[in-house]
């Protein structure tokens, strides 16, 4: 078996632009009552470039595993899936393998034996092929860990060269989606290696907190937060990925996750109700989804138009909460995942993902149109062009914001090169940059998999980018 880069391979997926949009349908949506039941024909198949048909599992053999015989056969999920494509037929559809529920133990048995990788993988392809799919989707939760092996980093890289040498024969194109905390790296995933095997590598940019943890916290923060303890300063967005792309990661295969869910949480004290407030427990359960703690984003909006609430936009960690009560919620609305969506861009992602389709408000139930959180997503992608080596993002920074992040349209321009910069090659490590002659650009520096670094300019406009802080920050307030 040969080793080869991404950048190597003439496939129409590799030619990676930052508008790519990957959507997870869990498919046990259909048996949800009301406004959380949603069935395949109800997926708008013009919102994402990627669905993603969750789940199958995995035979000890190494064969394919259907989880959900009703849906996926009597029901005929599988080929109703694939006629989406009748309506779109430039639509990419997946089949993604694995899931919490899986656990690893049958994965690290089968990663760890040469013959029931190759098994694996043909069983895989031959799976794809039978349905139509136009790729897979390893979600196996987590190599090395529940039930791993210490062996599993290793085998997880050989499994996945195996799955790309077969998939990639018949056109099939493979994404991984990984736990994205930088623990993950050391214990689970060698970023180095796994990117020269996989098309993309969707990050689960979320469950960063837990009702169970004490004290409130956000589901998916974009940025750290003052309010929050040191010990969870790296539960955001922004630390994961500078984590996977310190780690080896090229920033246009990392897929940045968006939940289209959030965490409740009972209060302490109905009167202590910020961020970090004393809980003693997970909020109560939702109509649909039926699980303490987490919270649809259909259920969510339902909530907050009774009234009653009182809605906080937490601008450290860009993510709205609300709480009634004793109840808090952090979730993500069309305004959170704009900038999210715009952040993904700025830095040069590959695009993002959702998990999951059904969570948004399908219907319109809540008088912001039906997908509102998808829509502002598909807004906030086709807002700017860019792929290959140069994007352009319409964004602007404001004082103090973290280095990268983006709020509202303007002019910033943002070029990824290969060459050194105007004033020289300033890359010499991971991080930023300050230009010597223009205090008002910076480069963010990462490594290259052809050696050196790639470095991607970004302009903080009539601001000034403060090195001591690592933000565009007001020109009289910086040492230039």
Not at 449 to 476: E, S
């Amino acid at each position: 078996m040969s080793d080869f880069s991404l950048n190597e391979s003439e496939d129409e997926e590799n030619i990676t632009g930052n508008d790519t949009f990957f959507c997870y349908y869990a498919t046990w949506a259909t048996y949800r009552s009301g406004n959380g039941k949603v069935d395949i024909e109800n997926i708008d198949p013009h919102l994402c470039t990627h669905v993603i048909y969750t789940f199958v599992g995995l035979q000890p053999t190494g064969e394919v595993k259907i989880i959900d015989s009703w849906h996926d056969y009597s029901l005929n999920g599988l080929n109703r899936f694939i006629n989406l494509k009748k309506q779109n037929p430039s639509l990419k559809l997946l089949l993604a393998m694995g899931g919490w529920n899986e656990g690893s133990t049958t994965y690290s048995n089968v990663a760890n034996s040469p013959s029931l990788r190759s098994a694996m993988a043909t069983n895989v392809v031959n799976f794809c092929k039978t349905y139509g799919f136009d790729g897979f989707d390893l979600d196996w939760e987590y190599p090395g860990q529940r039930g791993g092996a210490a062996s599993d980093r290793v085998a997880f890289i050989e499994l996945l060269k195996e799955l790309r040498t077969k998939l990639e024969r018949e056109g099939l194109i493979l994404t991984t989606a990984v736990g994205a905390s930088a623990h993950f790296i050391t214990s689970s995933y060698n970023a180095a290696e796994m990117v020269k095997y996989v098309n993309y590598i969707l990050l689960m940019t979320y469950d960063l907190r837990s009702a169970y943890d004490g004290v409130t916290g956000q589901n998916s923060p974009l940025y750290s937060s003052p309010k929050e303890s040191s010990s969870v300063a790296t539960y955001n967005m922004h630390s994961a990925v500078n984590a996977w792309i310190q780690a080896g990661a090229t920033a246009s295969q990392l897929v940045l996750g968006i939940p289209l869910y959030g965490k409740s949480f009972t209060l302490a004290s109905a009167s202590n109700n910020g961020l970090g407030a004393r809980s003693s427990g997970p909020g109560p359960k939702g109509p649909y989804t039926d699980e303490p703690g987490t919270l649809n984003y259909i259920e969510v909006c339902e909530k907050l138009i009774q009234g009653g609430w009182t809605t906080v936009w937490d601008d450290d960690q860009k993510v709205p909460y609300s709480y009634k009560g004793t109840e808090w919620i952090g979730y993500d609305n069309a305004e959170s995942v704009k900038g999210k969506t715009e952040y993904a861009k700025s830095r040069g992602l590959g695009g993002v993902m959702i998990y999951s389709l059904e969570q948004d408000d399908v219907y319109g139930a809540c008088g912001g149109g039906k997908y509102p959180l998808m829509n502002s997503i598909k807004s906030a992608l086709s807002g700017s062009s860019g792929g290959g080596g140069t994007t352009t993002t319409t964004t602007t920074q404001k004082p103090g914001q973290t280095t990268s992040s983006t709020t509202t349209t303007s002019t910033s321009t943002t070029t990824t090169t290969s060459a050194p910069p105007p004033s020289g090659s300033l890359c010499q490590s991971v991080g930023s940059v300050r230009d010597p002659n223009n205090c008002s650009i910076y480069y963010v520096c990462e490594k290259n998999p052809a050696g050196g670094y790639k470095q991607t300019q970004f302009d903080c406009k009539t601001l000034c980018f403060d090195t001591a802080k690592n933000v565009c920050n007001w020109c009289y307030s910086v040492s230039c």
